[in-house]
């Protein structure tokens, strides 16, 4: 009979921790092999105690302060060899690197994460990654959390770098599907006119000051360095507003703020083309810094909104290729498809169109900036042109890159021999196509080109609008006398083939109208009345009254409808029109708001939107003409104009 031997927990981690103290001297993990194979016991149970007895000993040494960042790294080293070699559970080195990462301050840790860095291979490994994956992403979150995005730059560029190398591109977790954007990134600079100093005249000391931090120390003095660009707070303001949208490019297909963006980098871009940058506005001394310096240029994740600087940074050529790359980027969000967008999110033709033009002026603009300037337009647009690949990658739910051919073990069925074409086609010039059925044989044998017989004349069975109203428009004339009952507009069969009929042969289909019909013979009335003006002569149309001398006739008032339909023309506002109506209302926009109708709410979003008056004139008749549609005419918005006490201004619109 067989002695059940019982696994000593405690027993076994004394053992298992004077072997890990043995190996911390000894420089080797044999002490730890050793220890394994010499204890009794369930597998799983001595893997669980010796994962404890590393974890105590680690503990232990850095409660102490006594050990050295090395003596921490040997011990996750056994953990690693442990692993290997079976002893202990896949996730302990993890479990260590995390204790020690919790415990020690920044200046160590950054030794400590080398030691990751180099090990990068280990964790991609087979027996390492599936279990530690989870545990590496979060060490490196909880690192990022506690290193300063400003102080630690380099420290934190590491991490990300390290992930990246971690992860496979496929790896969900660390791409950014749904287009999320970083809205923490605010730009912040003065929004306060007062407070600005923009157009003061510095002091003498300020000068001085600015001399010597500029590094003006090996120019002449006799030349001072006047502000080449005029700056005022007005373009400080929409220079640095322009951030925002970077920022959150989403905003940019709502109406009112598309129209502030418009503006403002039009403004923004005239000022990049008025003034432009040679050679030899830059210093001869910084472009061979630059040149001896192998090209490594200092970058600053966040840019500096003084307004003292703005002159300098107008003039700087990387600024300048920043703000125009910012540009490249948000037109390339806003054109491109993305899956997770909304359905709101659409560009009409006027915005696409603008986009085109701008972005030429920016790649023309990109290549005028020296040094290098077509060198640098050519390689950011080869880049922006890859960009696109990526984007039609994620849109397809991310596939792997690595195709497996698929193995086919199953036999293939014999192939059955394709048919001859003689065998249906038949032979000779007399050929007859067999179809299988003795009808469908018939029908596809009556010509040889079935194409040809289709477009045929005889195949046209859609009637001209002259025959199909014939009798309508004879009808309608007044000196028939045929009751409204009996006339063939009246009779619904007859009125949807009229629809069908003039959807496909008549322009008046389509055109808009301020008429009000209550029924559908009252509309194909008023069109054959403006029909029976149009068709040919030699019809009946010609002997309709037109009733112009005698308004007691019946057809007389549908008529003048017409024609003053006609007259109208229904006109839409244009786009100059009301830049022209917003010119001359200035502050006095606001009067014109109540005759449109248009709600409080949107007469504060209109003034928060925008600070010029003329600018707010415009957003108000955008405004109207959005909620009108295709009724934003110019016989609509005369009455309203004249109501408003702006009669000069409808005088001016009639006239147009």
């Known amino acids: ?46 893997k669980t105690t010796l994962d404890q007895a590393l974890r105590q000993v ?80 979060r060490m490196c979150n909880d690192l990022l959390r506690r290193l300063s995005k400003s102080q630690n730059t380099v420290f934190c560029g590491r991490i990300q770098l390290f992930l990246a190398r971690l992860f496979p591109l496929s790896e969900k977790s660390g791409l950014n599907l749904q287009s999320q954007f970083n809205l923490d990134n605010i730009t912040v600079f003065n929004k306060n006119e007062l407070e600005s100093t923009l157009g003061q005249k510095p002091t003498e000391e ?15 003095p006799s030349a001072p360095a006047p ?116 359905s709101s999110c659409i560009l009409n033709d006027d915005q696409c169109s603008w986009m085109e033009e701008t972005t030429k002026v920016v790649y023309q603009l990109l290549r005028e900036i020296p040094p290098d300037g077509d060198k640098f337009a050519t390689m950011v647009e080869h880049v922006l042109n890859t960009e696109e690949n990526w984007n039609s990658w994620k849109n397809e739910g991310c596939p792997s890159f690595v195709k497996e051919r698929p193995v ?3 036999p293939k069925r014999p192939m059955r021999k394709r048919q001859a074409p003689e065998d249906f086609l038949g032979k000779g010039p007399d050929r007859k196509v067999f179809m299988g059925n003795d009808e469908l044989t018939r029908l596809w044998n009556l010509n040889h080109n079935n194409m040809a017989a289709c477009q045929s004349v005889s195949r046209e069975f859609m009637p001209t609008l002259e025959e199909f109203f014939e009798e309508a428009i004879e009808q309608a004339d007044p000196a028939n006398m045929v009751e409204d009952e009996y006339k063939v507009v009246r009779n619904s069969n007859y009125g949807w083939r009229a629809l069908r009929l003039l959807s496909r042969r008549s322009p008046h289909f389509f055109q808009p ?61 244009s786009n100059q029109q009301m830049d022209d109506i917003a010119a001359k209302l200035g502050s006095q926009w606001k009067t014109l708001a109540g005759q449109l109708e248009i709600k409080a709410a949107e007469i504060r979003e209109i003034e928060t939107d925008s600070k010029d008056v003329d600018m707010q004139a415009k957003l108000l008749l955008v405004a109207w003409q959005d909620r009108e549609g295709t009724q934003a005419t110019v016989e609509s918005l005369v009455p309203a104009l004249n109501a408003a006490g702006f009669p000069k201004i409808a005088e001016i619109l009639n006239e147009t």
């Open 58 to 137: 680690l503990e232990e040494e850095i409660v102490e302060k006594k050990a050295l960042v090395d003596d921490f790294l040997s011990l996750i080293y056994f953990s690693i060899d442990g692993v290997t070699e079976g002893i202990c559970s896949a996730t302990t080195p993890f479990l260590l690197l995390g204790d020690v990462l919790d415990c020690l301050p920044l200046y160590q840790c950054d030794k400590v994460f080398s030691f990751v860095e180099e090990n990068v291979s280990t964790w991609k490994s087979n027996s390492f990654y599936t279990a530690g994956k989870n545990y590496l992403l």
């Open 227 to 342: 502000c080449s660009i005029p700056i005022d707070y007005n373009l400080y303001r929409k220079f640095w507003t322009l951030q925002d949208y970077f920022r959150n490019p989403v905003q940019c297909y709502e109406k009112f703020s598309w129209m502030t963006f418009l503006k403002y980098s039009d403004e923004t871009l005239a000022v990049f083309r008025s003034f432009k940058l040679d050679d030899m506005q830059a210093s001869k001394r910084k472009l061979e810094e630059q040149r001896t310096a192998g090209g490594d240029h200092v970058y600053f994740a966040k840019f500096l909104t003084s307004e003292k600087l703005m002159d300098l940074q107008l003039s700087d050529s990387n600024f300048r290729r920043h703000i125009l790359l910012q540009y490249l980027i948000l037109f390339q969000y806003l054109k491109g498809q993305v899956k997770f967008k909304s």
């Open 1 to 46: 009979m067989s002695v059940l031997i019982l696994f000593n927990f405690n027993d076994a981690k004394d053992i298992f921790t004077a072997s890990t103290r043995s190996a911390l001297v000894n420089k080797t993990s044999k002490p730890l092999i050793n220890a394994f194979n010499q204890i009794t016991g369930n597998e799983t149970e001595k």
């Open 408 to 410: 086919d073990d199953k």
């Open 513 to 573: 109208t301020n008429q009000q019909f209550k029924s559908l013979a009252d509309y194909l009335e008023s069109m054959v009345i403006k029909l029976a003006k149009e068709l040919p002569k030699d019809l009946p149309s010609e002997e309709i009254k037109t009733g112009e001398e005698d308004y007691e006739d019946n057809g007389d008032t549908l008529l003048k409808e017409s024609n003053d339909s006609l007259s109208m023309q229904t006109k839409l506002v």
């Open 206 to 220: 300020e000068d001085g000051m600015e001399v010597e931090e500029g590094e003006m120390g090996d120019e002449e």
